[in-house]
């Protein structure tokens, strides 16, 4: 398991954000949100000790699965650095602010996306199970990726597109076609 190895891969990903969940027995599961450059997704199992984070195992995966976010805490992170420090490999893992649910494993489809400036997106939509999902992409703020998050019914799919257009949002695409693809990981506008 070489560092430069890893290192080589991350550099070939399109966008440096990754799924994480935290364990209770001080382990972190990560998953790229996106494919490398090999069409695969790269899987880093991580032990945290006093020392910090380190790889216990990385793979290439071709799965399009979310993480299992069952059995800890799910958030979002970025891998700001590797470093090789007695045959391990350390990383430095920075959060990414936001409140991300795992992805949809199927594509959400009728999709209502606005867009405040070519850099903020947001759409939202009903999955086939009913839940309503709102996706989301801040360039500036968080990367060049789409966020998922689940949400309750604690305002209505109107009240919260309302609430969007007088931010200063205005729809754009059709909303028969817009759709989430489950796949890629993206909201496709259409």
């Not at 550099?11 to 364990?23: G, P, R």
């Not at 009913?130 to 703020?141: D, L, M, S, V, Y």
Request: glycine content about 6%; overall charge negative.
């Amino acid at each position: 398991m070489e560092a430069q190895t890893l290192e080589t891969m991350l550099n070939t990903l399109y966008c440096d954000a990754f799924e994480c969940v935290v364990h209770s027995d001080s382990r972190l599961e990560l998953l790229s949100v996106y494919e490398s450059n090999v069409d695969a997704r790269i899987r880093i199992n991580v032990e945290v000790n006093a020392s910090g984070e380190f790889v216990s195992s990385w793979e290439l995966e071709q799965s399009t699965k979310p993480l299992d976010a069952s059995s800890g805490e799910y958030k979002h992170v970025r891998i700001t650095g590797v470093e090789p420090i007695r045959g391990q490999i350390r990383l430095d893992i920075e959060d990414i602010p936001v409140q991300a649910h795992p992805y949809p494993t199927a594509s959400v489809h009728n999709l209502e996306v606005f867009e405040k400036n070519t850099d903020e997106l947001w759409a939202i939509g009903r999955d086939v199970s009913g839940q309503t999902w709102a996706f989301f992409r801040k360039n500036g703020q968080f990367g060049d990726y789409w966020i998922a998050s689940k949400l309750n019914n604690s305002k209505s799919r109107s009240e919260r597109i309302s609430e969007k257009i007088r931010k200063g949002y205005r729809e754009i695409g059709d909303n028969t076609k817009n759709h989430y693809d489950a796949n890629d990981r993206k909201v496709v506008v259409l």
